[in-house]
C-alpha cells in the first residue's frame, strides 16, 4: 500500500526531562509561592491566596521555615505585612506576624527563631512609600507567630540620596556580620553600636524612574568577603549618574582590599558566591 501524506508531529514536545534538584527551591508565580523538593517534577503549591507581593521571600537554611510578604487588604494603612510559614512539608497555613510596611525581611543565621525586618511608611508619591532605613530583630513563637524581645537595632535615617528607596541588608552565614547596600555605598555594621561602616563608595545611578538601584552582596562562607556589583565611572562624556558601566567587585569584610574583578558585567548581573565544594573550591 503507498504510503499517505501527513503531518505527524512539528515543533518542541513542550515536555523537559526532570532534573533532580538537590535541596529545596521556593519561587514566586502568579502572587503565590511554589515549592520544588527532590526533583523538578515535584511542585508542590505552597500559598493560594495569590497576594505574595514578593518583596520578601526568605527560607531558613533547612528549608523548613519560610518568611514572605503579602499585600495589604487595607491599602489606605499598609502597602503588606510579613507572614510565617512554619512548616513548608506539613501543610501548615500561614501565620501573619506583627510587622507592616515591610520593605526587608529574613531570618538571622545561627539564632533560633530570630527574625530581622526594615520597615517604612505609605506615601501619595510613586512608589508608593517611604523608608525608614531601620532594622528590627526579635524572636518568634513559630506556633503563634508572636514576637518577642523586638529591638530596634539600627535607628531610622533620611536626607541622603534616594534614602526614601530604602536600605538593603545581607547577613553574613555565620550570622555575627551584616552588610548594608545604599545607592552610592555598601558597608558593613558595626554589630556593638549599630554603626554603618562604608567599604565601597561608586556614583549613584540615575534611573529617571521612581525606582532606586541597589546592588547585591554576596558573602563567602567564611565571612571574609563580599562580592558585589558596582556602578562604575564614566566611559565617556557622560554624567556619572548615567554611565552605563557595572563591575563585578570583591571586597573584604574588614575593608583591608577590594577589587574590580569583572568589568562591564552589567547592572543586574547579580554575582552570588557557590556553596564550598568537595574540593574546597568556591565558584562566584
Known sequence: R????????????????PVPIDGTLFYLSNGNI???RGSSTNKQLITTSGDVDGRVLDVTPDGRSLLF?????????????????ADTSAGAEPIALRPEN????????????????????ITANAPGWQAY???WIARLDPASGELFNAREFIPRSSGWLYSWWGTGFSWAPTGDQLA???????GTVNMSSGDLLPLLRYPVFST?????WRASVSWSEDASLLLTTIHGQPIGSEPAETSPAFHVAVSAADGGFSADIIRNA?????PRYSPVRADGTVLI
Open 2 to 17: 503507498a504510503a499517505d501524506d501527513a503531518v505527524i508531529y512539528i515543533g518542541p514536545s513542550g515536555q523537559l526531562d
Open 34 to 36: 511554589w515549592m520544588v
Open 69 to 85: 510578604t503579602r499585600t495589604s487588604t487595607d491599602s489606605e494603612i499598609a502597602f503588606n505585612s510579613l507572614w510565617l510559614l
Open 102 to 121: 515591610v520593605l526587608f525581611a529574613s531570618w538571622v543565621p545561627g539564632q533560633e527563631n530570630t527574625i530581622s525586618y526594615s520597615t517604612g511608611e
Open 133 to 135: 532605613n531601620d532594622l
Open 180 to 186: 548594608w547596600v545604599r545607592a552610592d555605598s555598601i
Open 208 to 212: 529617571r524612574q521612581p525606582w532606586s
Open 266 to 270: 552589567g547592572i543586574w548581573s547579580v
